[in-house]
């Protein structure tokens, strides 16, 4: 497969950007024209921000596992499009073929069609990282079904939140997933979200730990089961028809939920057209993919990288695609080394914190591995500092690997600033240059255009763009208004992102982080406000305020004042109570790293948290706290200041 929209040049680069901006229409029409359609687009883009509205390839018809697979079968029916490295490396790799996966991904969605699912229906996905993950997420875009994955670290209130926002009938779950030491109960977290549930009518369950699980008549049924009488019915001398749903461009392709400043987690909604042409484009532009080569992307497939660049984008460009299903430090914190070696991966796309944390260990975990192989990085998630990314850079690229920092939101779909691989120059810690069809605009608190420059030339606003690219997100499940306030509201006739953004006279962008109340705790998205809640929920908790603080290895760790109601003594062991709370009510990745008791927040006149001097009390401030005298009670600053822990 060859890929007549890959950029090779410099110059090719300003030229697409340019052909792109000035004529959209056509310049996404051309690339369009490299995928499967059974009909072609009236119209390519239309589109508002006020409301807002954006349809692109209007009026097209396909089907993207059609796209990801099925195209792939006459050339590459014998080429690995998975290969899947398990949790324990004693245990057999599972190298998936195009022709199993479309074998795999039929059978799946024979299954869902047996089991009552219909076009549009929400199917929530709760799984480890198995290749039946990937069998399930294709098997629902292959009947129209919108899947809802949901990351293996929530709870089991946050699956009900997300099973009722999205009012899903079906869920596919496994009875445990294996990661490192550790050995989760899916299942079982799922049987709790479910206490209550009015809405969903079957669980499908792929045995992966073979630990016990309850299985009710009539709501559970075995994945194994499904599946072997799925291919009795579509398997006609070793020949598996299965037709996919003809889909509109538009229609729904997923359900991905992303925490924002305030309320619940937002239900992100892309679309099949759009999102499709989006993660290949960059895909095939960013890492620079050649035919041929393997792809090994770290993240999970409960966040919006995997669904990304792991599972769309390398399939709809035939590329092979790891899967991991363990974590970067078992058995030991080579694992990501090893498996390099051991499956020749040219392009290795992981987050910041990961290398940090594996630079931790020194030196030692590397030796033995020689990554020659390796041809390309790239890092995604949050800010790399300029010392992990030399190392990168060094011990693991040995300066022969350009690194590409990827920056991109489960919103966008895909990479919208980034270097192209060898093709536009890196700067360390810089996320470089806008993708074709991106047009940022750094804009100040009152929504006016930065033209400003600093003493060192520079740029700094928050970052926006001003037209929609083909993986913008189109609604927020069941409330458009919501979608239209978060993203469209602040700045007028312009997506807000929510990133601070600096940009140097080359054109190079540098994100400095939210400037929302949104954290970033190992590359994962989480609201202040979120935690705040569940915090609150615990019941001797009377209020609390949660900020962010800079954390060696997950860029961003949580900081909690919290006040009690005295009942209680306030230890160590009332912490863990805390902890435990938060655990239940969202999930073990969002709990605090620090607990402060206080007897009271700063407060304005008007009982408005301010939450900057608790901010800079959490980093270590001690001096410069800025201006306390419109604070109710001036004198709890000291107090909260002198207790820091
Ligand atoms: C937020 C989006 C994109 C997939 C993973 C996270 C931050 C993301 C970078 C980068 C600096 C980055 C931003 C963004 N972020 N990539 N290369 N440099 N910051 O997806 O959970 O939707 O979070 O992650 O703050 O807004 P997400």
């Not at 090719?12 to 009909?39: C, I, M, Q, T």
């Not at 591995?369 to 390309?376: A, E, G, Q, W």
């Not at 929609?468 to 997100?473: A, D, F, M, S």
């Not at 997950?554 to 909690?560: E, F, R």
Request: aromatic fraction near 10%.
């Amino acid at each position: 497969m060859k890929y007549p929209y890959q950029i090779n040049s410099m110059e090719e680069y300003h030229e697409a950007y340019k052909n792109s901006a000035e004529k959209p229409d056509e310049f996404w029409g051309e690339v369009a024209e490299n995928f499967l359609w059974r009909k072609k687009w009236d119209k390519v883009l239309e589109w508002n921000f006020k409301e807002p509205k954006v349809e692109w390839f209007k009026g097209a018809k396909l089907n993207i596992t059609e796209n990801c697979i099925d195209r792939h079968l006459e050339t590459m029916a014998d080429k690995p499009a998975i290969i899947w490295e398990p949790n324990n490396p004693e245990e057999r790799t599972r190298i998936v073929t195009y022709s199993r996966l479309h074998k795999r991904v039929c059978q799946v969605a024979q299954m869902l069609l047996n089991n009552g699912v219909k076009k549009g229906d929400r199917v929530c996905i709760y799984m480890g990282m198995v290749p039946e993950l990937a069998y399930a997420v294709l098997g629902c875009a292959r009947i129209g079904a919108i899947h809802s994955v949901i990351f293996g670290g929530f709870s089991a209130q946050s699956i009900a939140d997300r099973l009722e926002d999205a009012k899903a009938e079906f869920i596919i779950t496994c009875d445990g997933a294996f990661r490192g030491g550790k050995d989760i109960p899916l299942k079982s977290i799922i049987d709790d979200a479910l206490i209550g549930n009015k809405t969903v009518k079957k669980v499908i369950v792929y045995t992966r730990t073979r630990r016990p699980v309850s299985m009710l008549k009539g709501r559970d049924l075995w994945w194994e089961d499904e599946m072997d009488y799925a291919l009795s019915q579509i398997e006609k001398n070793n020949v598996v028809t299965m037709p996919a749903t003809e889909m509109d461009a538009e229609d729904p392709l997923f359900i991905l939920y992303t925490s924002g400043s305030t309320g619940k987690p937002k239900g992100v909604v892309h679309t099949v057209g759009g999102y499709m042409v989006w993660t290949t484009y960059s895909f095939v532009n960013v890492f620079q993919y050649q035919p041929g080569q393997v792809h090994f992307c770290t993240a999970d497939i409960g966040w919006i990288t995997g669904h990304s660049y792991i599972v769309y984008g390398p399939l709809a460009a035939g590329a092979t695609s790891v899967m991991f299903e363990g974590i970067p430090t078992w058995p030991d914190a080579g694992r990501f080394w090893d498996i390099v070696d051991k499956y020749k991966v040219n392009i290795l796309y992981t987050a910041p914190t990961a290398i940090r944390s594996l630079m931790s260990y020194g030196l030692d975990p590397l030796k033995g591995n020689d990554l020659s192989s390796l041809k390309v990085l790239g890092t995604v998630g949050e800010p790399i500092n300029e010392e992990a990314w030399h190392w990168y850079d060094e011990k693991i690229g040995k300066k022969n690997c350009p690194i590409v920092d990827t920056w991109w939101q489960t919103e966008t779909g895909g990479v919208l600033i980034s270097n192209l691989a060898g093709v536009t120059p890196s700067k360390p810690s810089w996320a470089t240059l806008p993708l074709p069809g991106i047009q940022p605009v750094l804009v100040d608190e009152r929504g006016k255009e930065v033209t400003e420059r600093d003493e060192n030339g520079l740029l700094k606003g928050n970052l926006c763009i001003k037209a929609p690219w083909p993986g913008i997100l189109r609604t927020t499940y069941g409330d458009h208004e919501r979608c239209r306030k978060n993203y469209f509201a602040t700045y007028e006739n312009l997506y807000f992102t929510g990133d601070g953004v600096l940009k140097d006279v080359n054109g190079n962008y540098r994100i400095t982080g939210r400037v929302d109340d949104v954290l970033n705790v190992s590359g994962h998205r989480i609201g202040t406000a979120e935690i705040e809640n569940a915090i609150n929920m615990h019941a001797s908790v009377v209020e609390s305020a949660v900020v962010g603080f800079p954390h060696e290895i997950k860029g961003q760790g949580v900081y909690a004042f919290v006040i009690t109601d005295k009942k209680h003594s306030e230890d160590e062991l009332s912490k863990q109570d805390i902890l435990e709370t938060v655990s239940r009510i969202i999930g073990p990745i969002a709990k605090p790293d620090k607990i402060q008791f206080v007897n009271g927040l700063p407060k304005t006149r008007s009982g408005k948290i301010m939450r900057r001097i608790l901010r800079k009390i959490a980093e270590g401030e001690t001096e410069n706290l800025g201006d306390t005298t419109t604070l109710l009670d001036p004198g709890i600053v000291d107090e909260i200041k002198n207790n820091k822990v």
